[in-house]
């Protein structure tokens, strides 16, 4: 959009704003916020909003912790669920930069943004489109929080889902910060949903995700019910993915890459080599892409989510998938990675996947026979597949040995995330569970 200062003030002045709430997120993806009156809007956006960084996820040590939120002003939007009463608030995604007015190492932002410069030095830009997925559940009278599916609906359903209304306020709120959205719809399991916005540029992708998950929180409290992201609350039912739509585009023109007329799938070698670093580095990304305990409960066969390091174009059960697309709309030509859960920080996880796919690039990688049979019918062993890893702990080990993945998130990023994802394993391996209990309590 290209905002300039001057057309951001006159916004706030024509739309009665009477806050700005600056927002970013920390290393493992959580949205963080300072609010401002408007009348520090000016000092704000000419010199940024100091906050102290000690107390966020993975930002700064004590001794190491002032730093400032510059405003990003193409992000300017007005939340349309604080400016319904007495008040009108809009809001600012922010960069994080140190006391020296650097940027700041630790900021998930900048990561994303420095692997899109490394793109566009070799004439790339990138382009993302997540499909998010959800759960809707309903409180308890009390206010506690079970996973009680809001209806009993399937994939596709109409009659039995009771949501209809609520995810068009929510395709409407999202509308509001001009979110583009494609479709919406109920998914396979009870209380399951789907809500998909159009494929673009991967920063303002990331920024939409982050402000997809924040709405949809929000349009579902004001109806009494409870949306989560995590990727597998209900044992036996589907969970819940991200899978993330991606393509290379020429700098200059704006020409798709990923597009080969001669090949059987329509994939340029360039496309072919981008497959074949995803698939190289998949088990390094694996901790960034399903980044909780509880995503590699949804990492398992039968339920519709990939295990094995494959690809192909008919089969849902690879990691990588080749969409088809409508003859002559070469420019839709991309591939799906189909690990990645809703979880995720995706600054992050676009940076891993845009750094393993030009890997693959630069190495002239070529990826494995594509396999077209759904593996979970078939014997993986025949086809010599490598599986991605089966916990949290796998994962950190796969991260812990490839350095292309540790490029991508930066020394500081990789050794908090770790940090934190270690001890969350940690916690999870010495706690003892129901599940425990029920098995072994009277056994033993």
């Not at 007015?101 to 692997?115: C, M, S």
């Not at 003892?432 to 072994?440: F, H, M």
Request: charged share 25%; aromatic share 10%.
């Amino acid at each position: 959009m290209g905002y300039t200062t001057d057309q951001i003030l006159a916004l706030i002045e024509e739309q009665h704003i009477d806050f700005l709430n600056l927002q970013f997120t920390d290393i493992v993806g959580i949205s963080k916020n300072v609010t401002i009156p408007v009348r520090q809007v000016k000092d704000a956006l000419d010199h940024g909003v100091w906050f102290d960084g000690s107390s966020i996820e993975g930002f700064a040590r004590v001794a190491e912790s002032d730093m400032y939120l510059q405003p990003d002003l193409d992000t300017y939007a007005v939340i349309p669920w604080e400016s319904d009463g007495d008040t009108v608030t809009a809001r600012f995604i922010c960069d994080v930069y140190t006391p020296h007015g650097e940027p700041f190492p630790g900021d998930p932002r900048r990561a994303l943004k420095n692997v899109l410069r490394e793109a566009a030095e070799l004439g790339y830009t990138f382009q993302t489109g997540p499909e998010i997925e959800f759960f809707l559940f309903k409180p308890r009278p009390d206010g506690a929080l079970l996973p009680v599916p809001h209806d009993a609906a399937g994939y596709f359903d109409v009659s039995t889902d009771y949501a209809t209304g609520i995810r068009r306020q929510m395709v409407k709120a999202l509308e509001s910060f001009g979110i583009a959205v494609e479709a919406s719809h109920h998914e396979v399991a009870d209380g399951q949903h789907e809500i998909d916005f159009e494929y673009g540029d991967a920063l303002r992708m990331a920024d939409n995700t982050i402000t997809v998950r924040s709405t949809l929180k929000a349009v579902a409290q004001r109806n009494s019910l409870h949306a989560t992201f995590m990727p597998k609350p209900l044992t036996g039912i589907n969970g819940s993915g991200m899978h993330i739509h991606q393509s290379l585009a020429q700098k200059e023109s704006g020409a798709n890459l990923f597009y080969g007329p001669d090949d059987e799938r329509g994939l340029s070698e360039l496309a072919l080599q981008y497959i074949a670093g995803l698939l190289e580095h998949s088990p390094g990304m694996t901790a960034v892409l399903a980044p909780l305990v509880n995503s590699y409960k949804r990492l398992v066969p039968g339920y519709e989510a990939p295990i094995y390091i494959s690809w192909g174009q008919t089969n849902r059960s690879a990691l990588v998938r080749v969409p088809r697309i409508t003859r002559g709309r070469t420019q839709a030509t991309r591939v799906e990675l189909r690990c990645p859960d809703p979880s995720a920080n995706p600054y992050l996880a676009f940076a891993v996947m845009l750094k393993a796919g030009l890997d693959g690039i630069r190495r002239g990688l070529l990826p494995p026979i594509a396999v077209e049979e759904d593996l979970y019918h078939i014997d993986p062993r025949s086809r010599s597949l490598a599986v991605l890893p089966e916990s949290l702990a796998q994962a950190l080990d796969a991260l812990r040995a490839d350095s292309i993945v540790q490029q991508a998130l930066g020394p500081h990023i990789f050794e908090r995330f770790v940090e934190a994802k270690q001890l969350e394993w940690d916690d999870y391996r010495l706690h003892v569970s129901q599940w425990e209990l029920e098995r072994y309590l009277l056994m033993y």
